[in-house]
């Protein structure tokens, strides 16, 4: 079976939605993205850290879905990353009400010795130094690196994060931040502007509206699947990331049209951890619901029409 | 050949984008339905009124294109309407500087006597009362009438729109109308609202996010292109619904699965619309062009993927 590496944090997240809210509940890029990338046949490793005050639980769950945590590193007396957050009435915007970086400030990131060869490596949302730390530990050049971030470390650690993008081979990123990061407002400018800076592939994300891959003149669109209610997008990248990098080395195909297929399988998952808070929806989902809501993407993009 | 009825305006339009600035051109609702659905095999004529101020060239561009325009009432002495707007830098959203109603405020729409039994009617946005005159000359029940409005009329005469979404059987709206016709955000449950309302297919216009199909139980999903350059969006939407209109009436087919067809030749052909100012695109776009685009559509958006 194939290896992928996550690393990402394993965090509490703390969620008012106009629909309710939560306690600390699990959160977490790597969470997120290893519950996601566990609907696959790969073998997956989260690379992370957290406090003491992580109910085992938690831990638990992340094992029962196969997911090797000997790379969660517990700090001894520590506290785990907390992130505390306000979603507006229309759910595409937030207020970020407490962020407590706790162990995650000092975090040094080590690659179980086994999966130091893993074939993809997904680097979660993190500082890019960590992310960096995490390919120069491979000693193998894995055949996939897929890099997340976000706005925040453009504004705070851009030099350390071109330094990742131009070691990676596709960048998930969303449309505000693709606009930022290139000063292009057109995303088909800002995707050309990206692969320059090194990687291959370019996804674009843009939420409720679906998402982009870009490979130079290469297109493809996938939407995201219309809800009735979404309830917490808390996790929605994330997931979607999880479900594109788990794709991925299930297949350990590295083709555009393989690529497309990865992006259809992300913004399923991402369609289902929506509906519940947090990772409720993520932890029982099964295969055939999965399944069976492919078929729905299927049939909302697919056409036949006659070309001449 | 199936007839096509196109009522709404023609009009003055003086825009500015980040890109420059126009003079007084030719725009309006009708112009565009008319461009974008002399695009297919049908035989279509448009309901107006403009003023003895607009330019001949401009009745003779129409009739160049095989439009009927014996519905386009020139009122002595008159003036015709007149629009002018500047759009911001994300051209999203725009300013509306001036709008002089003109000829417009007094309009008595006459249809043809030989487009009364026309297989499909185009509402452009309109006073719903003119929308609803138009509706009442058919001396036989039109095929397929669709209905295009704003969020203008929901504020302004909301009893009359209603009045006429009762009759028809499609309705092209954007996301934010639709929200505000039903009250509800997500856009699956506003539809089903808007179902409720009258029209078995609603068309949910996202601008560069794409469209929406719905019926019933039934969605679809066409992308916008992702472009390099979007120069000049006004007459996008009419452009749309033109393409989807035209294409409707030249295959006389109302199934969903056609009408899955005619939002993509919509949205193909506003992609051309927003190239250049106003109406230039449209005026000189050949059916080579229209067709090879429409392979990038498929490319676009169509994947294979392993459903178990």
Avoid at 280 to 302: D, G, I
Wanted: charged share 25%; with cysteine; glycine share 8%.
């Amino acid at each position: 079976m194939s290896k992928l590496l996550i690393v990402g944090t394993v965090a509490f997240d703390e969620i008012e939605t106009p629909f309710g809210k939560t306690d600390k509940i699990l959160g977490g890029a790597g969470t997120f993205i290893g519950l996601s990338a566990s609907q696959f046949e790969v073998s997956s490793a989260i690379v992370s850290v957290v406090g003491e005050d992580l109910p085992q639980k938690y831990l638990d769950l992340l094992k029962s879905k196969n997911i090797d945590i000997s790379g969660i590193e517990i700090v001894k007396g520590g506290k785990t990353f907390y992130w505390k957050g306000r979603y507006h009435n229309d759910l595409n915007s937030r207020d970020t009400l407490v962020t407590e970086l706790n162990t995650l400030a000092n975090f040094n990131p080590i690659v179980p010795e086994n999966f130091k060869n893993a074939e993809v490596v997904m680097l979660g949302n993190l500082h890019p130094s960590i992310q960096m730390g995490v390919i120069n530990q491979m000693t193998k050049r894995p055949k996939l690196i897929i890099l997340d971030t976000m706005n925040f470390w453009m504004d705070n650690a851009l030099e350390e994060l071109l330094a990742v993008i131009k070691k990676v081979d596709v960048i998930t990123i969303n449309d505000e931040e693709a606009r930022q990061l290139t000063n292009e407002y057109s995303l088909v400018k800002a995707a050309k502007e990206i692969h320059k800076m090194g990687p291959k592939y370019v996804v674009i994300k843009k939420g409720e509206h679906g998402a982009l891959l870009f490979n130079n003149d290469n297109v493809f669109f996938a939407p995201a699947l219309p809800l009735e209610e979404v309830f917490d997008p808390t996790g929605a990248g994330d997931t979607f990331a999880g479900g594109f990098a788990g794709y991925l080395a299930a297949t350990e195909d590295t083709s555009f049209d393989n690529l497309k297929k990865a992006v259809i399988h992300g913004s399923n998952l991402a369609s289902f951890c929506v509906e519940r808070f947090g990772t409720e929806r993520m932890e029982s989902l099964k295969r055939s619901e999965v399944s069976k809501r492919l078929h729905q993407f299927k049939t909302l993009t697919q056409f036949e029409i006659e070309l001449q």
